[in-house]
């Protein structure tokens, strides 16, 4: 009888040991967080970037004035560093699919990890391309996905172009 129980033991602990192997995969949070209909990956100025779906901040429109962001992240060393692009609009509703943001005076703010703006003369006004919705998801997942094809962003110090379409969070509450 003590033989079975070691057996047992013995079967029960290699049935453990495979199941932490399936456990510790690399689909972290990034992965597993996922909604509307777009990619995780947004290309700024020929570099493609992750966007971050763990560091963002919740875009918003509220008494004719909106604001969205996207959060990517900058492989700095042996660590992401997250830059954070800030769009400001101006709108008369909250945004719908087939929105083009470009209409909507859109500027650009890029901001450093803590919300700050690092452009010292203000933000950055729309030159060309297009922004536009293509989802929105205003149940519990409050996500926009947005459409970015060539949208250049800036002046003479200053130009960002974006390309790539992905989900970013979205407050249709306010």
């Known amino acids: 009888m003590k033989k ?3 057996v047992f033991v013995m079967v029960a602990m ?6 932490s192997f399936v456990a510790c995969g690399d689909d972290d949070d990034d ?23 763990v ?3 919740e875009g918003e429109w509220k008494n004719g004035k909106g604001q969205f962001y996207v959060p990517v992240l900058d492989h700095v060393g042996n660590a992401d560093d997250v830059l954070l692009y ?3 609009f101006k709108s008369s509703a909250q945004p719908k699919v087939g929105d083009e943001f470009s209409k909507m005076e859109l500027t650009l703010a890029p901001l450093d990890n803590k919300g700050y703006n690092y452009m010292l003369d203000g933000e950055l006004p729309y030159i060309s ?10 149940s ?3 996500t926009i996905t947005i459409a970015f094809d060539h949208l250049t962003m800036g002046n003479s110090k200053a130009t960002y172009v974006f390309n790539g379409t992905t989900w970013l969070d979205y407050n249709f509450a306010r």
Do not use: P
């Not at 990619?39 to 100025?45: A, F, S």
């Not at 391309?129 to 205003?138: E, F, Q, W």
């Open 140 to 142: 519990e997942n409050h």
């Open 55 to 57: 560091v963002t901040w």
């Open 14 to 19: 290699l049935l453990m040991t495979c199941m």
């Open 4 to 6: 079975n129980y070691s």
């Open 129 to 138: 391309g297009t922004a536009k919705v293509v989802s929105l998801d205003n």
């Open 31 to 53: 992965d597993a967080i996922t909604s509307g209909g777009g990619g995780d990956v947004v290309n700024i100025n020929g570099t493609d970037y992750r966007v971050s779906r």
């Open 86 to 88: 800030q769009f400001k």
